[in-house]
């Protein structure tokens, strides 16, 4: 199975690559010394999104939360986030807040910036939580 996902990847066939994920295929299977993900960078953007929603890892992924938020992919986001990538990265194209803002402007709700903004605030929440729990045990 893990071969048929390379050859849909390779021959950019999208509907393979999903059902083929979706079966089971690892998102994380390499051909040769290139995972997946690598394999599919020069490809549709859709390929790119089921391998990191299908749990794709790999290192090049930390500049992929960027790339996301200016392709307006949503659920992608949020799955890089919930692997930990960095809300913080500077690339080329900014910081992956300040491109959703670029991308997301003259709209009325920002679906893309909530969930950068609630990575953000989240160690001050805790924080404070623990703060206010001190205050009162004390």
Wanted: hydrophobic share 45%.
């Amino acid at each position: 199975m893990d071969e048929q996902l390379i050859n849909a990847i390779e021959s950019r066939d999208i509907e393979r690559v999903k059902a083929l994920l979706a079966a089971g295929a690892n998102p994380n299977v390499k051909k040769g010394d290139e995972t997946a993900y690598e394999l599919a960078r020069y490809g549709p953007d859709e390929i790119k999104c089921a391998l990191i929603e299908a749990g794709a890892d790999d290192a090049s992924l930390r500049h992929s939360l960027v790339w996301a938020v200016m392709t307006n992919r949503v659920e992608t986001v949020k799955v890089l986030l919930d692997k930990g990538s960095n809300i913080n990265v500077s690339t080329y194209s900014g910081s992956p807040l300040e491109q959703a803002a670029r991308t997301q402007k003259g709209q009325n709700n920002c679906v893309l910036c909530q969930p950068l903004i609630n990575m953000m605030l989240l160690p001050y929440i805790k924080q404070m939580v623990v703060i206010m729990v001190l205050a009162l045990v004390m």
